[in-house]
Structures are given as structure tokens and as C-alpha cells.
């Protein structure tokens, strides 16, 4: 273990550690553009260099430790270097800062403010390049912004393993471009390429010119599309710039989906399928208790409810793999004497998705079969003979297949026509209006948050269990 000194500070470092790893595990911070702590070292930013007393400045990124090496990350010539590198990067940068959705988390920014905040000492007209070139039906990629760190092509040789992205030509008129014949469209990760782009080079379709990042804060999540679970973070407008007349929808919608680190699960990417949730979350919402397609109020449909389950003989249910740890133990503990209970798969693979790689993506497309599985077992779904009522808890079930003279009690979160097929609907949450788990296909539970409020009349499924098994009158 070699004792190197950071600013006269003596740190025990290991062999295989650079100054950069070593500074970063002990709260020493070093800009950079280029490294990034899951892709190779390219060195070519050279934003990340210090001083070390004897052999003056190189980048830290790329240089491993030795046993008594002194390092300054913060010498006045460090800090002259830096300015000068600043001048250098933003040479033929636009700086149009006032139109880039990434002003507010982009480093190019806060470094100039942090390491230098001179205007441009050149007085030559800026080189200019492509503003808005198509790499994919995701992705606009700013040739003037980008500053050539090539994190998106080492992403894309290195995780996602597409190639999609090389550089073509050089000096100041190098560009990224994609790869002949390996379209970014047909990378399923090619979104993190966006997130990891230091500046606004990269620009998600989804989220262009949607909102400014300071209007937005992140709550924790659980993708549900596959049984990875992948954890993320939902951004929705913060309390206090809610909008009153010009569009108060934005005030209760999903702005963006980005990964929440975490090594157990994900890492720090996630797939575009993650990106999109919006699609499933946001669909149409089912928001009024049905006796048969009329809406009645919750206590109408509770009781109603509860005198079909009381007066079944062999009652049957398909339970969500959806449901969240909560919510499935909340059935186990209420209604699994009642009902002979199967797992339901809820989702399915959708036409042209990838359904399975050796990074994240499973071919099981719902987010808690290990745990329903483990508390309601692994048998297919089925009716015995004599099946009088059949609850069915969440979507992907064909109607069609319950016997013709079975009661049917429906849970679901989106206006579907089953949903007044059912002797009883009941509107429940999504996992943005409650606080619950999921478990993945290894046993790693993730938390998610609530990030909108329900509707007084949409019911979450862990107090409804509850409520159905109440032997005397009750509400929710
Ligand atoms: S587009 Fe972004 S990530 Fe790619 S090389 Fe340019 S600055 Fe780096
Ligand atoms: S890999 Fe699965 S859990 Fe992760 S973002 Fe994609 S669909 Fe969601
Ligand atoms: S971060 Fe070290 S050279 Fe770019």
C-alpha cells in the first residue's frame, strides 16, 4: 500500500489506483470531462491535472500512484492550467447556454464559473458546425457544444456494445458521427449517452426544450418493465414552480426518467425502455368505483364486494406481479385464506423490444414475480371446477378465459374496457401515489416514492385487501 500525499495530506492508496481514484475516495475533488468512473481512461481533456513536486503537471485520470509522491491539485500553476484549458475547450464552444437543456447540471458551466469566469480571449470568429444532426429518433446530437470527451463512444464500445458512435475528421472540424450501418436507434441504451455527455452536446428528443432543470427535482423509483428493476429517478416540477393557468397538467406529469445509481441493480444506466415509462404510467387513468360498468362511490362498491367474496364457495385470484411488496403481502395476509390465488404476468415484451442481454434487459417484462412467486407459488392460472368469483388484480389477463358465470372483482390503475366488464371495479394507485418495493429476479428490494397525489376515489390496493377482509362494514 503505497503512502502518497494529496495537498500534505498522507493517504494509504492501493497499487492499482490512480491520483484521481484516490483523491475522489477521500472527498478531494478534481474537475474532469472525459473520465468517467465506468468507462476507460482516454485522457484527452486534460481538464483533470495536477501537480506533482518534482515532475511538474500531468493528468491525474491516467496516473497511478507511486509511494511518496506529493501531489497538488490546487497550485496557483493548476489553477493558471485550468483557466487555460477553459479558454481552450470553450474556443469554438457556442456558449449558448440560454437555449441548452443541460444549463443547470452541465460541467462545461460550472467549471467556468468554479475555474475561471474570463470572457473569451479570442477575437476570431468561432469555427461553427452542425447545429441539430439526426443520430436517432432519440437523440439530436450540437456538433458546437460537443467538446470531443468521446464518453458517448466509449459507452457505446464499452457497455452497450452497439459501436454506434465513432469520430470522424480531425482537429476543430472533428464531429462524432454514427458508425455506417450500426444505427444508435437500434442501441436499447443508447439514452445514457445524454445523461453522460458533460455537456449539452447530446440532447434527448423527449426532453427537448420541455422545461429548465431548476424547475424540476428527481423522487426515487423502480422501473416495473422488466424484473431487473432498475432504479431510477422520476422528475416532476418542484412545489414551488407549479404552474397555475398556463399548462397545471405539467404539474402532476413526468418530465424525464434518469437512473439512480445503484451497484446491487443497475449500476448507473438503465435501458430506453426505463426512459419511456411515461408511455405506461401516464396512460388514461381509471378514477371511479363500477358495479358493472355504473360508477358508484367506494363504500357501494366495498360492500358489494364483500358480499360476493362472503357468499363465494370457490373463489379464485390472479394476483399482479406488479403489486408491490406491500401490497402482495398485504393480499397474503388478508384474503390468502380466502381465495386459491395464482401469479398473473401482467406485461409482456412488446412487438420489435429486445427481450434479453447479458447488461440489464430480462426477458420476464414485470417488476415483482420473484415475490408474488414466493408467496403465491409458481403454478399457471386456472379455474377449477365450480369457480363462482374470480378477482383479478392488474392488467394482461383475457377475460374471455373466466368462466361465464364467475362473479369478477377488477382491480386496475387505467380505463380499459374490462373495467366495466367486472361485477366490481376498483380504481387503484400507481406506484407514482405510494410509497412501496419491489423485488428483482436476484432478491434485491428497491424502495420507490410518491411523487403525485391520487384521487380521493382511486384506492390503494394494501388498505383494500385490508378493507375486503373486515368482517363488519368499514371504509378505506
Ligand atoms: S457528444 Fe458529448 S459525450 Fe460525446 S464527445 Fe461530445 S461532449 Fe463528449
Ligand atoms: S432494464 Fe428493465 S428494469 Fe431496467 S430500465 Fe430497462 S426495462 Fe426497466
Ligand atoms: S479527465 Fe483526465 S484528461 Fe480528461
Redesign the pocket.
Known amino acids: 500500500m503505497p503512502e502518497i500525499f494529496i495537498n500534505g495530506q498522507a493517504i494509504e492508496a492501493r497499487d492499482d489506483q490512480t491520483v484521481m481514484q484516490v483523491a475522489r475516495e477521500h472527498g478531494i475533488y478534481i474537475p474532469y470531462f472525459c473520465w468517467h468512473p465506468h468507462l476507460s481512461v482516454v485522457g484527452n481533456c486534460r481538464m483533470c491535472l495536477v501537480e506533482v513536486e518534482g515532475r511538474g503537471l500531468d493528468i491525474s485520470c491516467n496516473m497511478p500512484v507511486s509511494k511518496g509522491m506529493k501531489v497538488f491539485t490546487d497550485s496557483e500553476e493548476v489553477q493558471a492550467h485550468r483557466k487555460a484549458i477553459l479558454q481552450f475547450i470553450t474556443l469554438n464552444h457556442p456558449v449558448d447556454c440560454g437555449i441548452c437543456d443541460k444549463a443547470g447540471e452541465c460541467m462545461l458551466q460550472d467549471y467556468h464559473y468554479e475555474y475561471s469566469g474570463q470572457r473569451s480571449l479570442s477575437h476570431d470568429a468561432k469555427v461553427r458546425s452542425t447545429k441539430y444532426y439526426n443520430l436517432s429518433n432519440r437523440i439530436l ?1 450540437d456538433n458546437e457544444r ?7 463512444t466509449r459507452f457505446t464500445h464499452e457497455i452497450s456494445k452497439s459501436m454506434a458512435l465513432g469520430v470522424e475528421r480531425r482537429g476543430d472540424v472533428s464531429n ?1 458521427r454514427p458508425v455506417e450501418d450500426r444505427p444508435l436507434g437500434e442501441d436499447p441504451y443508447s439514452d445514457n ?1 445524454v445523461d ?4 449539452g ?2 440532447q434527448s428528443r423527449q426532453f427537448l426544450y420541455k422545461t429548465r432543470v431548476w424547475y424540476l427535482e428527481p423522487t426515487r423509483s423502480v422501473c416495473p418493465r422488466c424484473s431487473r428493476g432498475c432504479n431510477i429517478q422520476v422528475w416532476h416540477r418542484k412545489q414551488e414552480w407549479q404552474l397555475k393557468a398556463l399548462d397545471p397538467k405539467q404539474n402532476d406529469s413526468i418530465a424525464r426518467i434518469t437512473p439512480f445509481e445503484n451497484p446491487e441493480v443497475n449500476g448507473p444506466w438503465i435501458c430506453n425502455v426505463g426512459r419511456d415509462l411515461s408511455q405506461v404510467l401516464e396512460r388514461a387513468r381509471a378514477e371511479e368505483p363500477m358495479l358493472k360498468g355504473r360508477p358508484v362511490s367506494l363504500a357501494a362498491a366495498l360492500d358489494e364486494a364483500r358480499r360476493i367474496i362472503s357468499s363465494a364457495r370457490h373463489p379464485v385470484a390472479l394476483v399482479s406481479n406488479w403489486g408491490s411488496n406491500e401490497e402482495l403481502g398485504s393480499f397474503k395476509q388478508h384474503l390468502g385464506e380466502v381465495f386459491h390465488s395464482y401469479v398473473k404476468e401482467d406485461w409482456r415484451a412488446e412487438p420489435g423490444e429486445r427481450i434479453e442481454d447479458d447488461l440489464l434487459i430480462r426477458a420476464d417484462k414485470n417488476a415483482n414475480t420473484a415475490r408474488a412467486r414466493e408467496l403465491f407459488g409458481t403454478a399457471e392460472p386456472h379455474f377449477p371446477e365450480g369457480t363462482d368469483v374470480v378477482l383479478v388484480w392488474g392488467e394482461g389477463f383475457d377475460f374471455a378465459q373466466i368462466p361465464p358465470r364467475a362473479k369478477i372483482i377488477f382491480l386496475n390503475s387505467y380505463l380499459q374496457p374490462e373495467n366495466g366488464h367486472a361485477d366490481v371495479f376498483f380504481p387503484v394507485s400507481t406506484q407514482l401515489e405510494r410509497h412501496g418495493s419491489y423485488t428483482n429476479f436476484e432478491g434485491k428490494v428497491s424502495p420507490f416514492e410518491p411523487c403525485f397525489a391520487k384521487r380521493d376515489t382511486v384506492v390503494d390496493a394494501e388498505a383494500l385487501f385490508k378493507s375486503l377482509a373486515a368482517p363488519m362494514r368499514g371504509h378505506l
Not at 460537443?146 to 458517448?152: A, E, K, Q, V
Not at 453522460?196 to 455537456?199: D, K, L, N, S
Request: net charge positive.
Open positions: 446530437l460537443c467538446i470531443l470527451c468521446l464518453r458517448c462524432i449517452i453522460i455527455c458533460p455537456v452536446a447530446l
